[in-house]
């Protein structure tokens, strides 16, 4: 579906499910707000050497138009975006950024869960031989290391501001028990404050730079992945503090479209849905 009136001088570029984990690219203009005009394309798959062609179907002088593009950190947006709109700007939303090095927390929590579960079942096994209770210890808030572990997954995707008090409790047994998750999450928050924290590009690189050196000296694996997943990309990501654009508003498109599935019981009839879509979006 291809509605080149729709085109704007900002636009957001995602994929969304429609039906059955079936993945569709959608070009939406930010300026629509979700409502009648906001789709722009929509095209089944996420492959670039086929999506790009279709909407090059789009007359050119329309495509010109556009001077900013949203993306995620996906391979594939990025080269439909610069073949199909390449006199725009490409912005990396900050989310996914942030996402990538929120991952790399998670990652070294994860596998120190893996062995307190293996430390653990060794530890029954050994009991059951010997013919006693296994009782496992617990820290001063009544959790085991395992349940430590699991249980601290969402206060580190949050600054300590959001904490709550019994969040606060179990961050500082799980800091003063896991020191490398302590760093980890220093550096994750050290990453959210470079958006935070600077109005211009030239500030950012700055922040940034001083990031990179951080990780450089801590030597974490899974920051190491991040940190050069970000340095690729860095160009688009500093395009941020443009117009602090980011591709929320292709989010909450993509929410709006599950919802209104959901609402219809589900998608029997794809051609007909997608009618339905373009009566009310596009």
Do not use: C
């Amino acid at each position: 579906m291809l509605f080149p009136d729709n085109i704007g001088r900002r636009l957001s570029i995602d994929e969304v499910a429609l039906s059955n984990g079936e993945l569709y690219t959608i070009v939406t203009n930010k300026q629509a707000k979700g409502g009648p005009g906001t789709i722009v394309a929509m095209a089944h798959g996420t492959k670039a050497s086929e999506i790009q062609p279709i909407l090059q179907r789009m007359p050119e002088e329309k495509r010109r138009v556009v001077e900013e593009i949203t993306l995620d950190m996906a391979g594939s947006m990025d080269i439909i975006a610069g073949g199909s709109f390449s006199g725009a700007i490409q912005v990396i939303d900050r989310f996914h950024a942030q996402k990538v090095v929120s991952e790399a927390v998670q990652e070294i929590r994860i596998e120190l869960r893996k062995k307190a579960i293996k430390k653990e079942n060794e530890a029954i096994t050994q009991a059951q031989k010997e013919r006693r209770r296994y009782r496992p210890a617990e820290y001063e808030n009544g959790d085991t290391k395992k349940q430590l572990l699991a249980r601290s997954r969402y206060l580190l995707f949050k600054s300590s501001g959001k904490w709550t008090d019994s969040q606060k409790n179990r961050a500082a047994i799980l800091f003063e028990q896991f020191p490398e998750i302590k760093n980890a999450y220093e550096l994750s928050m050290m990453f959210r404050a470079f958006y935070e924290q600077n109005k211009n590009q030239f500030d950012a690189k700055k922040s940034l730079d001083k990031w990179y050196e951080k990780i450089k000296e801590k030597n974490i694996d899974s920051f190491n992945i991040a940190a050069e997943s970000i340095r690729l990309r860095e160009t688009t990501i500093l395009n941020y503090f443009n117009n602090r654009s980011t591709n929320a508003s292709a989010e909450s498109f993509n929410a709006k479209l599950k919802s209104f599935r959901s609402m219809v019981r589900g998608v029997r009839d794809i051609k007909f849905h997608l009618f339905r879509v373009a009566k009310l979006y596009a």
